[in-house]
């Protein structure tokens, strides 16, 4: 991942320096610090992606392809686990637990294991083509101004 953008600022420079030197005098273990010296800074914000979706996307098709028989299939609905989808997408499971995490993947409450949470391909297939459109319209989109329709 790279570095985020980070700006910084002397506190000094702020209308609320005093106010955060009061705060942090509070605090005996800083008595021996330089107050004059205290920098704010902030990170630039990442928008998160999923880098080679269209791999992920051909992964899934080509398992699905081939293995269909040996994707089990309880009362009508796929048991796919968090382990079999990441080996299925041929990612790793911190990166499918990043993709949960960040939504491009949501799992579904099984109706036929309690407490379980399943990973139908054929629904995290739809859910990663979702993802995949939504960067296309993202890059495409633009508007017109009635001086370009002329």
Do not use: C, H
Request: charged share 30%; aromatic share 6%.
């Amino acid at each position: 991942m790279p570095r985020r953008k980070q700006y910084k600022i002397l506190a000094r420079q702020t209308a609320v320096y005093e106010a955060i030197v009061s705060e942090l005098q509070k605090n005996p273990e800083l008595a021996d610090y330089d107050m004059e010296s205290i920098e704010i800074s902030v990170k630039k914000k990442i928008t998160p992606r999923i880098r080679d979706i269209d791999k992920a996307i051909d992964n899934l098709e080509r398992y699905i392809l081939v293995n269909k028989e040996f994707i089990q299939i309880v009362n009508g609905e796929a048991i796919v686990s968090k382990k079999d989808i990441a080996k299925m997408l041929k990612i790793s499971r911190p990166t499918l637990d990043k993709w949960i995490r960040d939504g491009f993947i949501t799992p579904v409450k099984s109706n036929v294991l309690s407490n379980a949470e399943v990973f139908p391909p054929d629904l995290i297939l739809k859910q990663l083509q979702n993802q995949k459109n939504k960067k296309i319209k993202k890059v495409f989109s633009f508007t017109l101004s009635p001086v370009d329709i002329v």
